[in-house]
């Protein structure tokens, strides 16, 4: 049986935000259930930065260490941007066009945080670049899951061997989630999950603050 909001449902844009270790594959499947029992079925899933053929090759730039050459701070939020405007353009945009929903692993909050945050680079400097690539486009919602940067850093490490961005220190991801925190507190489109609790009461956690939000959406009848 269908949910009484179900019907009149339009398409949405969400992503999922946080630190390495913060559980977004996890998350996303929640997601995903969710959204499978309300009947939708048309979901487009993409990550950042990556996402197209161009996006890949900028992320594996980003992630990589090159051993004569250092990234600069500025040059990486540069090349962020670009492989972020290259998946808006190309697959997001179209998707959200034809009714599809957009599941995305990181989208624009991320450079907030950790180029904002974790780099320092001055946050008007951010703005407007984003402003000017991105204009008025943003996720419908972000579930940001909110971790202590030694816990995920644990977890990342149990996965394999680290990248270029997770071999940062504990101060830069503590920056990192600081400027997370800051940015959720004031952005009603973002929504903080604790991550720092076992599976399955984040699982739940998820599933009720995304059912809640689904309702919400629901013009009112008059």
Known sequence: MKNNYELTMNNKFIVIEGLEGAGKTSAIAQVVD??????????VFTREPGGTPLAEVLRRLIKTKLIDEPVTDCAELLLL???????????????????AWVISDRHDLSSQAYQGGGRGIDKHLITSLRDAV????????????????AVGLARAC??????????????FFDRTRERYQALAAVDERIITIDANKPQSIVSSAIRERLTQWLRAQVPTTP
């Open 134 to 149: 991105l204009g008025n486009f943003y996720p419908d919602l972000t579930l940001y899951l909110d971790i202590p940067p």
């Open 81 to 99: 941007y670009a492989a972020r405007v290259q998946l808006v353009e190309l697959v997001i945009k179209p998707a959200l066009a034809r009714g």
């Open 158 to 171: 149990e996965r394999g061997k680290l990248d270029r961005l997770e071999l940062e220190s504990i101060a």
């Open 34 to 43: 969710v959204l499978h029992y309300q009947g939708v079925r048309d979901i």
